[in-house]
């Protein structure tokens, strides 16, 4: 019975990662730009220690746009009135997503402009 539940909970976690591709904007465009990343990797030759870098920061940007998501659907359920709290949490929430994106574009910087110039 256990070993039911724990490959449960990779179908519900597969599902949640479906329905953040198919319903959410952001998430596709970061989904996106882990494609063109992963192609310029693969056709820059990319060092296993960059590879890491990049495949650290593509993951570590999908989960906190979903970990964003989530909180956005719970503000919304337990808030649906309009409440400064609800939109500085989700303000808060969005501000994280900004902050990793900011540093994962300046890592794909310093990886692939060396390489291209």
Known sequence: ??????L????????GIVAAAKRERNMKFHLAAA??????AAL????????LALIGVIGGMLALEMINTA???VVDLASPELHPLAKE????????????????AIIGLLIF???WF
Do not use: C, H, Y
């Open 8 to 15: 449960q909970s990779f179908k519900f976690a597969g599902q």
């Open 71 to 73: 909180i956005e659907r």
């Open 44 to 51: 820059t030759g990319v060092s296993s220690s960059e590879w």
């Open 1 to 6: 019975m256990a070993g039911n539940k724990f």
């Open 113 to 115: 402009l060396p390489k």
């Open 89 to 104: 949490a989700k303000d808060i929430a969005a501000g994280a997503v900004l902050v990793f994106a900011a540093a994962s």
């Open 35 to 40: 494609v063109v990343v992963i192609v310029a």
